[in-house]
């Protein structure tokens, strides 16, 4: 095992990932970039373009993301099985290819029924290999540094919110919009050729140790079956398991409250804060790049505390940062809107690293695919809780601070499921790591 040979026996440091650990967080920050980018932040120019070369309703275009989100929502939890049955590499690569055909498919939607058809594929399989597939690799690979890989992984979502709608507006002034989804896709196909050569779904089966450390290795050993082997957890299990729905609750209060507030954060500079529409755009541009470094900071508080006290942190962090955006000091916005560009970098992290923590590597499929589906759900209901403030509420204070509070709450639930017991561990059939 080559870079086995040559790391020490004692524990490494919390960035020594080895050259093949770092191609892991490489391969990683992509999926999320393209997952982020096209499923979530892109579609403020997708949408529009579509609608103006096809002489299409961009309402009706619109109204067409949401139920696509959640139909993707409970699909993706099936990858979870499909994992288990096909292998994480195989179900990792065709869930890639199937994600590039259907981009193609969706920037070249000849009616609008194609297009809501292919728009679900799209989501779809773009989340699976970025998020279900993708996280379970880091899992593999850094067991005992989850926190601060998956805070360097997902820059990746931050610098799509950065730059994505740049790159959609360059390509399509080249190529028109279907071009430049085609282009797009057609770059998912030699990314799955990348991901074909150069990715392992474990370390063991790359000649590494898990964390680059052979001590790790060693616990790792003593302490679970080899993970290629699959999840003796089910669905059933999961479903049942009180840490899969307190961390999915909790992971989802911080991204119902991100939504709230990003969802709302251009029309408040412009209304509440005098801002001209170009202005705004680039407090929301500083927001997304401040959320680059902020994932890195929020990942190595994550390594030093651990994700329970690092999720209360961010939660008060979080409502700190609202109610200095919303003061009347000029100062006190700006400060707040750091804050808040940092929490954005941080929200993504959460599930798999809490997944990772309490699940393990065996168990880390199949407990994060309904993590993920149970946060997914609450974040959902985000237009909801605004529509209900703002019909209690004038202005964006109120619905504001509800959304901190709600994000307070979040970390409160997560911090209080801290004490993981050993009978909880036989009680719920959960292996550590």
Known sequence: MSEMKTTSAKKTSGYNFGLKGWRIIGFEIVMLFFMTGITVDGLNTIVPKMAAYHN???????????????????????????????????????????????????????????????????????????????????????????????????????????????????LSNVFEITGALTVLGIVLFVLAGLVALFVKGTPEEDGCYPDNDPAVAEMLKNEEMPAEIGSQFSYKDAIKNKYVWMYGIGNGFFGLATVGIMSQLLSFFQEVRGYDASSALTMLTIAA????????????????????????????????????????????????????????????????????????????????????????????????????????????????????IIAVVGGCMIFAMKEKKKEDVDEDTVAAY
């Open 56 to 170: 299409w309703s961009s309402d009706v275009l619109l109204s067409i993301s949401t139920p696509a989100s959640i139909v993707a929502l409970f699909a993706c939890v099936m990858w979870a099985a499909f994992i288990e049955k096909g292998g994480l590499k195989r179900v990792t690569l065709i869930t890639m290819v199937l994600a590039g055909i259907s981009l193609i498919a969706y920037g070249n939607s000849v009616n609008v029924v194609m297009y809501a058809i292919s728009l679900v594929c799209v989501v779809t399989f773009i989340n699976a290999f970025a998020c279900n597939c993708g996280f379970a690799i880091v899992a593999n690979w850094f067991p005992t540094k989850s926190g601060i890989a998956n805070g360097i992984a997902t820059i990746g979502m931050n610098l799509a919110s950065a730059i994505i709608n740049w790159v959609l507006t360059g």
């Open 289 to 404: 790049v401040i959320g680059i470094v902020g994932a890195w900071i929020w990942g190595a508080v994550d390594q030093k505390l651990g994700p329970q006290k690092t999720c209360l942190i961010f939660g008060i962090w979080y409502l700190a940062g609202i109610i200095l955006l919303i003061s009347p000091l000029k100062i006190g916005m700006y400060v707040g809107l750091i804050m808040l560009g940092a929490s954005i970098g941080g929200n993504g992290q959460f599930g798999p690293v809490l997944a990772a923590q309490a699940f393990g590597r065996k168990d880390f499929s199949v407990s994060f695919s309904c993590m993920n589906m149970i946060s997914g759900i609450v974040r959902s209901c985000s237009y909801a809780v605004l529509a209900v403030l703002h019909s209690m509420s004038n202005g964006y204070s109120a619905p504001y601070t509800v959304f901190g």
